[in-house]
Every structure is written in structure tokens, then in C-alpha cells.
């Protein structure tokens, strides 16, 4: 699948189209702040945008995602404690089939109660729930510093590290990078405890 990181609006946000050269089916990935970056990008690989994800309910990846799935023909999916009003609920570990491809649910809460993050064979979308060098915040409502260290802990460092992670803002020195060089240089994958991780996140 082709990834395309498409920079939204001033709170550093990155939206996501993902699609299969294939069949030209495609996903999108959050949409705060605008739709119209989103729309370009996918006239101009002419993609079928099947379904329009929201990582999670907050305003700046979520507010225009109805506007988007509207504007594509596409459905809107979160997940099922998600606030975002779906046409499609999703759960931990279901699959999305766009053209040839798989795009896997993982449920991973802490930043907020409805955070997922979304696995397309060696592409890893992470939302807020992990930056490059960073994770995302977990004192705003909704926000768990335990759910977000097990999420990190047992759901995100069971992945294979050659995926490649593509997170929710460009908050990092790069812009993505292998789960496998977070591993050895996120402060807060390194965290052993939720005490250490506290203390870093
Ligand atoms: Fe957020």
C-alpha cells in the first residue's frame, strides 16, 4: 500500500491516506483541521476512499471527518467507546479489506478511552497514542497514565519493529521512523515501570 502524510492545520497534525495502487481503494486517516489537503491528495492519485478513520475523538483529528467520508463516498469508522459518531464501530483486533489489502484494529487506550492505532502490513498509524520520541498526553479527560503504559508496553512493543510508525502529529526530530529504533530511543517505551514512565511521559 502507498502512504501518503499529508500536515493539517497549526497543531502539527498529520492525516493519512493509505491506498492499494492495485484497485485504487484507499483509506484515510484523521482529518481535524481541514478536508481539502485530504481531497487533493486523493483526486490526485485517484483513490476510492472506502472507509475515513478517526484514531480517536479529539477535535483536531476528528471534527471534519464526517465532511471527509461525506465528500469521498466513504464511511466513517472509530471505535466502539468512541465518541465520533461511526458508521462503522470497530474493536480490537478487527479488519478492515481495502482493495487487496488488511488494515488491523488495536485498541490502545490512555490518551483518550477510544484511542486505536491501525497496522497495514509494515505501516503502523499510532494517533496520539505514540510520537516519534514521545507518547501522547494522558492528563486531558479521558487520559490514563496506566492504560496508556500497558498500551504501550503489551499492545505497541509486542509489534514487529520493522514496522514503520506514522504518528498522529509531527512532534518528532523525523517525521516517522521503524518501532524497532523507537524501542531503543522513545523515553517512554524505554520506561520499565509506570513510576519511570510517569515521570517521562
Ligand atoms: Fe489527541
Not at 488488511?102 to 503502523?124: A, F, W
Request: proline letters at 4%.
Amino acid at each position: 500500500m502507498r502512504v501518503e502524510q499529508i500536515p493539517v492545520g497549526p497543531m502539527q497534525n498529520f492525516s493519512y491516506l493509505v491506498w492499494d495502487e492495485g484497485t485504487g481503494e484507499g483509506v484515510a486517516i484523521d482529518s481535524g483541521w481541514e478536508v481539502e489537503s485530504i481531497l487533493e491528495a486523493a483526486k490526485r492519485a485517484n483513490v476510492k476512499v472506502k472507509y475515513a478513520i478517526a484514531t480517536h475523538r479529539h477535535f483536531d483529528h476528528a471534527k471534519t471527518i464526517r465532511e471527509l467520508a461525506d465528500s469521498l463516498g466513504a464511511k466513517v469508522v472509530a471505535h466502539e467507546r468512541s465518541e465520533v459518531p461511526a458508521d462503522v464501530r470497530v474493536k480490537d483486533g478487527e479488519v478492515l479489506e481495502v482493495g487487496g489489502a488488511r488494515v488491523k484494529v488495536i485498541y490502545t487506550p490512555g490518551h483518550t478511552e477510544d484511542s486505536i492505532c491501525l497496522v497495514e502490513g509494515k505501516n503502523l498509524f499510532t494517533g496520539d497514542t505514540l510520537f516519534i520520541g514521545n507518547c501522547g498526553r494522558t492528563d486531558l479527560p479521558g487520559g490514563s497514565p496506566e492504560k496508556l503504559f500497558h498500551s504501550l508496553q503489551d499492545v505497541i512493543l509486542s509489534l514487529p519493529g520493522d514496522l514503520m510508525v506514522y504518528p498522529g502529529h509531527d512532534y518528532g526530530e523525523v517525521k516517522h521512523r521503524r518501532l524497532g529504533e523507537e524501542r531503543k530511543t522513545n523515553p517512554t517505551l524505554l520506561a520499565k515501570t509506570l513510576r519511570e514512565f510517569t515521570g517521562v511521559g
